[in-house]
Structure formats: structure tokens, C-alpha cells
């Protein structure tokens, strides 16, 4: 699946960054290897640092091994992009965690696939 990612950080009640990842891509690392992925099924979830795996920051999500990571290729974690202010936001979620304040997730999904596409591989949460 291909769409955008519209990220809103905010921070202390200010917006800090307002940004688009274009072209996001969710799917497996290689797309020949497995199925269709999709975006994390929205909500409000807090944030935590890992202590396994490639990323640092994870969702408590329903779905197993969401992490906040850069880039714009996503098996269906948010995605904050490969520009400057992924590595601030990352720097400035994790400082807030180490010093033991809560931080939440909230993932907001819009889909504006064509109802063909849609109907072909719907979200498993509409």
C-alpha cells in the first residue's frame, strides 16, 4: 500500500514539526517476499523504550512490534521520514522517556485509495 505520512508532533501542548513523508510505502522489505501491509490501526497509545530490536521507541499497540522509526518504508509502524527533524523528534521522544515522563502515540488513518482498491485489500480495522 502507498500513501503519505502527516506527522504532527507536538510537544508541551506546542506544535514543534508539521510535516509529509511522501511516497510512504507499507509493505514487507522486499514486496516479492509476503503479504500487503497497511498502516497501524489508529488510535491513542503510549509510547515506550525498547530493549529489542532495530528501533528504539514502540507503540503499546494491538498489533504486535509497532515502532516509531525514519524512513518512508514501513511494514506498518509510523514513519517519520528520512529529514531533520526525524532525528529531533526521535532525540526529544526518547530524552521525555529516559526521564520517566509519558509520551502518547496517535495514529490517525485516511484512506484515499480508489473504492476498487479499497474493496481489493481493505484495512483489516474499517
Excluded at 500487503?36 to 488510535?43: L, V
Excluded at 521507541?57 to 525514519?70: A, D, N, Q, W, Y
Aim: net charge negative; hydrophobic share 25%; proline share 7%.
Amino acid at each position: 500500500m502507498k500513501g503519505k505520512t502527516e506527522i504532527k508532533y507536538t510537544a508541551n501542548g506546542q506544535v514543534k514539526y508539521d510535516y509529509t513523508v511522501e511516497d510512504t510505502i507499507w509493505g514487507e522489505d522486499n514486496l516479492s517476499e509476503g503479504p500487503y501491509e497497511h498502516p497501524a490501526e489508529p488510535g491513542e497509545f503510549p509510547i515506550y523504550l525498547s530493549k529489542s530490536g532495530k528501533y528504539k521507541i514502540g507503540i503499546r499497540h494491538p498489533e504486535s512490534g509497532i515502532k516509531v522509526h525514519g524512513s518512508r518504508w514501513s511494514e506498518g509502524c509510523p514513519n517519520l521520514g528520512n529529514g531533520p527533524e526525524r532525528d529531533a523528534i526521535l532525540s526529544d521522544i526518547e530524552s521525555k522517556l529516559t526521564s520517566g515522563k509519558g509520551v502518547i502515540a496517535i495514529l490517525e488513518v485516511t484512506d484515499n485509495r480508489s473504492e476498487e482498491e479499497k474493496s481489493a485489500r481493505p484495512l483489516p480495522y474499517e
